[in-house]
């Protein structure tokens, strides 16, 4: 009997999600490319190793993988994003027939995905881009799948895909059509913005309690733990709780990981995206340039050396601290639902966000007990910021916000995110903005005109600055 799925790329995910689809009883053909003295037999090898792939087929021939599978075929690539994809693509068509379904589960930037949903209908094949969640280990017990692209081929996968899929606190797959063209990369790639955010407001926390309030690893990890069972708990959270608590001998093993933090680009696509649409993603953007300034090391090194700015010890509050750390996660979720927000009724793709938001309740990194509630606060309104969910969030930490980063930059401690976010939040709140100034210095050097605040009609202006009558 015929493979009833493929899989294309046999990397960490490629792997697990393979080791998952085979547990569900699902007839799986396996490729991955020859490389003289590099791949060889990879798909062989790697079936021969699991129990539950004993039914699988290992190939690295095309045309032979693409006989083993049944019609209409249905193909998952997990390859690197970029040209590797469209090589590949240009390799499948002759060995395709119409009405066969590709699958991208890679990083892959959206509009990418939207040429090449275009590129395949011209060969009568259906291309979905479905973002993956959940890393090695999700791939392999359950991760949130988020397939966008072309519609019409959504029945013929999503029965496999949603049998993979974690499942949410009501026992539903983390897995649903996102919309058409390149919806579903286009929301995993702000999942990623989202996640670095997240990332990076607990590295700060971990940067005040162990640099300004003098607590170990382990005092910090009670800390963060005590938290779990409550409404900050998150996935990313209790990771961090057992990565500080790792010792290597008579160290902590956090203080011999290298201060360097790698990207892979989906932070960035989410900044340049955004800069685009015209959203404001402040906290995410900070966290991504975070990254960036850590990745100079040694310029960090001679700058230290040159203006050393020793920390001054400071006392933290801990609810305070919860307080002004839960809102800046809210206003964080809130800048990377606006942004899936506003793209998806740009490009009309009727994103669904109480329905994105339940599919990201369990199997992917940004997982947490906040996104649970965000579901039901999209289910009754589209004001995120003005639902009592939240409001009740804004009203514990409006003050301890802005008093943490007034506190953290007094000791001298870089707080980029939690920064950015208590400026998001007192410029979202400011009746009166200073953009006035702005557009009267647009007009003076450009003639860009001005509405005035007396004239509700809306009529630009114009004024001659130099004028003597001015």
């Known amino acids: 009997m015929k493979a009833a799925f493929g899989i294309i790329g046999l990397g960490v995910m490629g792997k697990s999600l393979s080791r998952n689809m085979a547990s569900k009883g699902i007839k799986l053909a396996l490729y991955n490319r020859f490389v003289a003295g590099e791949e060889e037999q990879v798909a062989k090898r790697f079936i021969s190793k699991h129990e539950e792939l004993h039914l699988a087929e290992g190939f690295e021939d095309l045309v032979a993988f693409a006989n083993a599978l049944q019609p209409p075929r249905k193909i998952l690539l997990m390859v690197s994003a970029g040209a590797a994809v469209d090589a590949l693509l240009h390799s499948l068509i002759p060995v395709l027939d119409a009405g066969d379904v590709i699958i991208d589960g890679g990083n892959t930037f959206f509009e990418d995905t939207e040429r090449r949903i275009q590129a395949m209908g011209k060969s009568g094949l259906f291309y979905i881009g479905a973002g993956i969640s959940g890393g090695e280990e999700g791939a392999l017990k359950g991760p949130s799948i988020m397939p966008g692209g072309s519609e019409a081929a959504w029945p013929l996968v999503s029965e496999p895909l949603q049998k993979i899929a974690a499942q949410d606190p009501n026992g539903k797959p983390c897995c649903t059509f996102v919309g058409n063209g390149g919806a579903g990369h286009f929301v995993k790639m702000v999942h990623n913005g989202i996640e670095y955010a997240e990332m990076q407001l607990i590295a700060e926390m971990y940067g005040l309690l162990r640099h300004a309030a003098g607590k170990n690893p382990a005092e910090i990890a009670s800390l963060f733990e005590s938290w779990l069972d409550g409404p900050a708990g998150s996935y990313l959270l209790e990771i961090t709780t057992n990565?500080?608590?790792?010792?290597?001998?008579?160290?902590?093993?956090?203080?011999?990981?290298?201060?360097?933090?790698?990207?892979?680009?989906?932070?960035?696509?989410?900044?340049?995206?955004?800069?685009?649409?015209?959203?404001?993603?402040?906290?995410?953007?900070?966290?991504?340039?975070?990254?960036?300034?850590?990745?100079?090391?040694?310029?960090?090194?001679?700058?230290?050396?040159?203006?050393?700015?020793?920390?001054?010890?400071?006392?933290?509050?801990?609810?305070?601290?919860?307080?002004?750390?839960?809102?800046?996660?809210?206003?964080?979720?809130?800048?990377?639902?606006?942004?899936?927000?506003?793209?998806?009724?740009?490009?009309?793709?009727?994103?669904?966000?109480?329905?994105?938001?339940?599919?990201?309740?369990?199997?992917?990194?940004?997982?947490?007990?906040?996104?649970?509630?965000?579901?039901?606060?999209?289910?009754?309104?589209?004001?995120?910021?003005?639902?009592?969910?939240?409001?009740?969030?804004?009203?514990?930490?409006?003050?301890?916000?802005?008093?943490?980063?007034?506190?953290?930059?007094?000791?001298?401690?870089?707080?980029?995110?939690?920064?950015?976010?208590?400026?998001?939040?007192?410029?979202?709140?400011?009746a009166k903005s200073t953009a006035n100034i702005i557009q009267a210095q647009r007009d003076y050097f450009g003639a860009h005109t001005y509405k005035r605040s007396d004239d509700p009609t809306g009529k630009s202006y114009h004024t001659n600055w130099n004028s003597k009558d001015t």
């Open 243 to 430: 990565i500080l608590r790792t010792r290597e001998g008579d160290h902590w093993l956090i203080d011999r990981i290298l201060d360097q933090a790698g990207n892979k680009g989906t932070g960035s696509w989410t900044t340049m995206t955004a800069a685009r649409a015209g959203v404001a993603i402040p906290g995410i953007t900070a966290a991504l340039f975070a990254r960036f300034q850590s990745a100079f090391r040694q310029n960090r090194l001679e700058l230290a050396a040159t203006y050393p700015m020793p920390k001054k010890t400071m006392a933290i509050d801990t609810d305070q601290l919860l307080h002004a750390y839960q809102l800046a996660r809210l206003l964080n979720h809130h800048q990377g639902f606006k942004l899936i927000e506003t793209q998806s009724d740009a490009s009309g793709w009727t994103v669904n966000l109480s329905e994105l938001a339940r599919i990201w309740t369990n199997g992917c990194i940004i997982r947490s007990a906040m996104m649970e509630q965000l579901q039901k606060v999209f289910g009754e309104s589209q004001k995120m910021l003005l639902h009592p969910y939240s409001k009740k969030w804004i009203e514990a930490g409006s003050h301890a916000l802005p008093d943490l980063c007034a506190s953290a930059l007094k000791a001298r401690v870089p707080v980029p995110c939690f920064s950015a976010s208590a400026n998001y939040f007192l410029l979202a709140v400011e």
